[in-house]
């Protein structure tokens, strides 16, 4: 079972930055993929990027050019990084990854609020 912790999230103002990361309790170099979902109020969770073994990497449409994801082999970890954030941004942050048999873990959530 691997285990993942997210920190990084919090309250910060239309136009600035966040960067939450992710911390894996095994390497993930193991995982087929890493990624990084969010859930807003009243809304399902939604894919917001996800980079491959390769560093291969994918965003939605409303990230692209504002978030970057990435990883750190070495420490376990993957970033979101969060620019020019938007009040829409705002919703629980969710790291995942994805085994090479199909397992499938899931963080417990970090909260991001973009308010004025």
């Known amino acids: 079972q691997v285990r993942l912790v997210e920190s990084g999230g919090g309250l910060v103002q239309p136009g600035g930055s966040l960067r939450l990361s992710c911390v894996a309790s095994?390497?993930?170099?193991?995982?087929?993929?890493l990624g990084w979902y969010r859930q807003a109020p009243g809304k399902g969770r939604e894919l917001v990027a996800t980079i491959s073994s390769g560093g291969s990497t994918n965003y939605a449409d409303f990230v692209k050019g504002r978030f970057t994801i990435s990883r750190d082999n070495a420490k376990n970890t993957m970033y979101l990084q969060m620019n020019s954030l938007k009040p829409e941004d705002t919703a629980i942050y969710y790291c995942n990854c994805v085994g090479y048999g199909g397992a499938l873990y899931w963080g417990q959530g970090t909260q991001v609020t973009v308010s004025s």
């Open positions: 095994e390497s993930i170099l193991n995982m087929y993929s």
